[in-house]
């Protein structure tokens, strides 16, 4: 088992390399961050100046290495545009991110699960159906198009929730459910597959022929075993949720760090989007490992 | 996604939206929504106008320029002196308080102005400072600039980049300390900024009420930054914003039809233009022909286009600069839409089959499209790249660009200097090159005769209207939409003066 993981760990870092050094290049081919930074009426001598200020006209490979020192002991540069630190800027913006990823994940394991059990009780029912249906939609509306018409519904005409910002707990729940609707599908989906294949086998029938109540059979026999593979599709979902929450959270006006993402990108902000980059793929990194982790604990066959 | 979002999601809320305006006149409070953020409150390192916008509420500059008259008058300079050439004297106010009450004087203005135009300081703009050769205190109350070379735009500059910062506060705090808590002795005084989502400010009672700004009407300014303008169009209409700016064309329409708010169209210092590159710099050889330029003139029907996708209020322009700018002649040659002009003018010059030519853009993408498709019909085959502004701009500096449409936005300075002058300059991305242009615009900008000006400049204008060196376009509008208890007067340097708002 320590074996196991000490392996995934150690693929996991050199992802996590991977990924800074063709974040770093693909970030510089596209485009000149000093131009961005001069802005509109700026002259060749002012751009020059600009770059050799900040140090973008030394070899990529320099630069790189010189990144990557600092940002292996933390420093990972100071905003050209916000003029305070990244670290700070990021972890202060991470926050907003994290709650709503947390909040995401967890709307969509209550909607999904329920959701998926309840349809595998009744295969091609209506409510087989019905679940269905919610789940494509999910799968099809874009967010910026669920986003608004919930704002128009609730904080327009029903005037109960704010359209943006931050401010109250009440400036969450439409952006999570927005988030989190877009991961229920799947999950709905694996947890009634995972049902409808345990409910057939052999030991359900006979806990069933033993005469154990029906909702005991369901829950204690049924949905363990069925919930494994969901807890480690919620955990990578999550990963997701956390670096692609950027159309979520400028709709609903919320700057977390995918709104900062977005932000830094069409300002050719580089030492913010090189730091974002790698801290989104440490997530998803994370969570992938822990989803590994966890299958691996759960099934030993894995192990090998 | 931003088309499709703008497309389904105005129709969306125009369609599903009630009119409940519940604005914040009650709490004397207005909510002001901005699609950007506030990048830097230390407003010399930002090149954003959103910096601008907050400075010209929290500071004020020596002077300002009177939009009613045209007139220059006194701020916290009572009044100024072109002593000569190369010397401003400005005499200062008495009893002007800061907002942690340090009391303004010569050395304020002298640390201002030294500090930010020295290159060591690196501030965003240089080109807004480096005209300065150093400041000088007279007395307590007098300053001396000196200018480096001759430059009558120099005020332009004094009023829009060289807001007055507090010596002392400055130098104790720090760039960081100063952008957390800025400190001025405009109308507003800071309350709060919470960094890239808004700032609040309250009116500041001590303000100089004998200056041309007069004290704030409305007691608190909230500002926040929501990106999505329809989550801006959902918060006006549940009331949670007052005034949001830079409203699209087809959104502020709709809201105007609907009714319940004031829309107002205010004319911007921005234009439009076709930059073709007639010196041949990019190897393209066809608009080195004076004749292929004319063609391309010819082939745009800028009216149609003005008509189908900007406001009525767009003005079509015949010079490379905005009317308002001070310079800007328009009675120059000018080119009809004419398509079998423009043929026949292309088979003149030995391009009867017509020719291909890379045509970049990053704005207003149905108005380019709707360019490549008239040059097209003559015989132009474009081939039509969008960029971001940023990477257009690289493409500008290493001569690959040998025709775009670009926009202008000039700083919002009221000059042609600050346009037509950066263009055809001599340098290395001027797309002309031509000598005589480039002295007739020079002698404008470093003349400060008036009148010496204007007709360099008029000289100017007519030569490149004569040469068709590029195609002038038209002027670009911004939609204000207000709540409609809020009372304001939009300006066309987009300068949004927040201490000019009133409850009606």
């Given at each position: 088992m320590l074996r196991y993981l000490l392996g995934r760990l150690g693929m996991a870092a050199l992802v996590a390399l991977t990924v800074s050094v063709i974040s770093f290049g693909l970030i510089y081919m596209a485009g000149d961050p000093a131009v961005a930074l001069a802005g509109e009426n700026a002259t060749p001598e002012i751009i020059a100046q600009i770059r050799a200020q900040h140090g973008y006209d030394r070899p990529i490979a320099v630069q790189y290495l010189d990144w990557l020192a600092h940002a292996l002991r933390g420093d990972f540069g100071v905003s050209p545009y916000f003029k305070i630190e990244v670290a700070t800027l990021i972890a202060d913006r991470l926050r907003i991110t994290m709650t709503l990823g947390v909040l995401g994940i967890s709307f969509a394991l209550l909607v999904g699960v329920p959701m998926g059990v309840l349809a595998a009780m009744r295969p091609n029912s209506m409510i087989d159906r019905a679940a269905l249906f919610i789940a494509v939609v999910g799968q099809a509306i874009p967010s910026f198009w669920f986003g608004l018409i919930l704002i128009v519904l609730f904080a327009v005409n029903l005037g109960w929730l704010p359209a943006s910002g931050a401010d109250s707990w009440k400036?969450?729940?439409?952006?999570?459910?927005?988030?989190?609707?877009?991961?229920?599908?799947?999950?709905?989906?694996?947890?009634?597959?995972?049902?409808?294949?345990?409910?057939?086998?052999?030991?359900?029938?006979?806990?069933?022929?033993?005469?154990?109540?029906?909702?005991?059979?369901?829950?204690?026999?049924?949905?363990?075993?069925?919930?494994?593979?969901?807890?480690?599709?919620?955990?990578?979902?999550?990963?997701?949720?956390?670096?692609?929450?950027?159309?979520?959270?400028?709709?609903?006006?919320?700057?977390?760090?995918?709104?900062?993402a977005w932000q830094s990108i069409s300002r050719n902000d580089l030492p913010t989007m090189q730091a974002l980059i790698l801290i989104f793929s440490l997530f998803y990194i994370i969570f992938t490992f822990l989803a590994d982790a966890l299958n691996a604990w759960l099934d030993p066959r894995l192990r090998d | 996604m931003s088309t499709m979002s703008r497309i389904l999601g105005s129709a969306a809320l125009v369609a599903m939206l009630p009119l409940t305006a519940m604005a914040g006149k009650s709490d004397d409070t207005v909510r002001i929504a901005l699609s950007k953020d506030l990048d830097s409150a230390d407003i010399?390192?930002?090149?954003?106008?959103?910096?601008?916008?907050?400075?010209?509420?929290?500071?004020?500059?020596?002077?300002?320029?009177?939009?009613?008259?045209?007139?220059?008058v006194g701020n916290l300079a009572e009044s100024y002196e072109w002593v000569d050439d190369l010397t401003l004297e400005f005499k200062l106010r008495q009893g002007v308080k800061f907002h942690n009450g340090e009391d303004f004087d010569a050395d304020d203005v002298v640390f201002t102005f030294n500090h930010f135009s020295d290159p060591a300081t690196g501030v965003a703009m240089p080109n807004t400072v480096n005209w300065i050769g150093s400041a000088e205190k007279i007395d307590q109350y007098t300053v001396r600039v000196h200018l480096k070379a001759p430059?009558?735009?120099?005020?332009?500059?004094?009023?829009?980049?060289?807001?007055?910062?507090?010596?002392?506060?400055?130098?104790?705090v720090g760039p960081?300390?100063?952008?957390?808590?800025?400190?001025?002795?405009?109308?507003?005084?800071?309350?709060?900024?919470?960094?890239?989502?808004g700032y609040t400010l309250k009116a500041f009672d001590g303000y100089h009420e004998a200056g041309p700004r007069g004290k704030a009407h409305i007691g608190t300014v909230e500002v926040r930054s929501i990106p999505d303008v329809n989550t801006q169009i959902a918060d006006l209409f549940s009331g949670a914003?007052?005034?949001?700016?830079?409203?699209?064309?087809?959104?502020?329409?709709?809201?105007?039809?609907?009714?319940?708010?004031?829309?107002?169209?205010?004319?911007?210092?921005?234009?439009?233009?076709?930059?073709?590159?007639?010196?041949?710099?990019t190897g393209t050889k066809p608009f080195t022909d004076i004749r292929v330029r004319q063609a391309v003139n010819h082939a745009i029907d800028r009216v149609?286009?003005?008509?189908?996708?900007?406001?009525?209020?767009?003005?079509?322009?015949?010079?490379?600069?905005?009317?308002?700018?001070?310079?800007?002649?328009?009675?120059?040659?000018t080119y009809d839409y004419d398509p079998e002009k423009a043929k026949a003018l292309l088979a003149e010059a030995g391009y009867s089959d017509g020719f291909s030519v890379d045509f970049y853009a990053y704005r207003d993408r149905q108005a380019?499209?709707?360019?490549?498709?008239?040059?097209?019909?003559?015989?132009?085959?474009?081939?039509?790249?969008?960029?971001?502004?940023?990477?257009?701009a690289e493409k500008v500096l290493k001569d690959e660009i040998p025709m775009s449409f670009m926009t202008w936005g000039s700083g919002s300075i009221a000059d042609v200097s600050a346009s037509t002058s950066k263009f055809f300059d001599g340098s290395a991305i001027d797309d002309v090159r031509n000598p005589e242009l480039t002295a007739l615009l020079r002698t404008g900008d470093t003349t400060t005769d008036p009148e010496v000006r204007k007709e360099n400049y008029s000289k100017a204008l007519k030569l490149i209207a004569d040469e068709a060196y590029w195609v002038p376009l038209w002027t670009y509008t911004s939609n204000y939409v207000m709540a409609s208890d809020l009372d304001f007067e939009p300006t066309p340097d987009e300068f949004v003066r927040f201490f000019d708002m009133s409850w009606k």
């Open positions: 400036g969450f729940v439409l952006p999570t459910i927005v988030l989190g609707y877009y991961a229920t599908p799947a999950i709905m989906r694996l947890t009634r597959t995972g049902m409808i294949e345990v409910l057939g086998s052999d030991y359900i029938r006979t806990a069933r022929a033993k005469g154990v109540p029906p909702r005991k059979i369901l829950f204690k026999h049924a949905l363990r075993n069925a919930v494994i593979p969901v807890v480690s599709l919620a955990a990578v979902q999550m990963g997701f949720m956390l670096g692609g929450s950027i159309v979520t959270e400028s709709v609903f006006a919320l700057h977390g760090a995918g709104y900062l | 010399y390192f930002s090149s954003a106008r959103e910096s601008t916008v907050f400075g010209y509420s929290v500071f004020d500059a020596l002077v300002e320029r009177d939009l009613k008259t045209g007139e220059w430059f009558p735009a120099a005020l332009d500059y004094v009023e829009s980049a060289l807001q007055i910062y507090p010596d002392q506060y400055y130098q104790e960081q300390g100063f952008a957390q808590k800025p400190v001025g002795t405009g109308p507003y005084a800071v309350a709060s900024i919470d960094p890239g989502r914003v007052d005034f949001m700016w830079q409203v699209p064309e087809d959104q502020a329409q709709r809201i105007a039809q609907r009714g319940g708010y004031t829309v107002t169209q205010a004319p911007t210092v921005r234009f439009g233009y076709l930059s073709l590159d007639a010196a041949g710099r149609a286009i003005r008509d189908a996708f900007f406001a009525p209020t767009s003005e079509i322009i015949n010079s490379i600069c905005n009317p308002v700018q001070f310079g800007c002649e328009q009675d120059v040659t380019a499209e709707a360019m490549a498709q008239m040059l097209e019909e003559v015989g132009i085959r474009t081939n039509l790249t969008f960029l971001q502004y940023s990477a257009l």
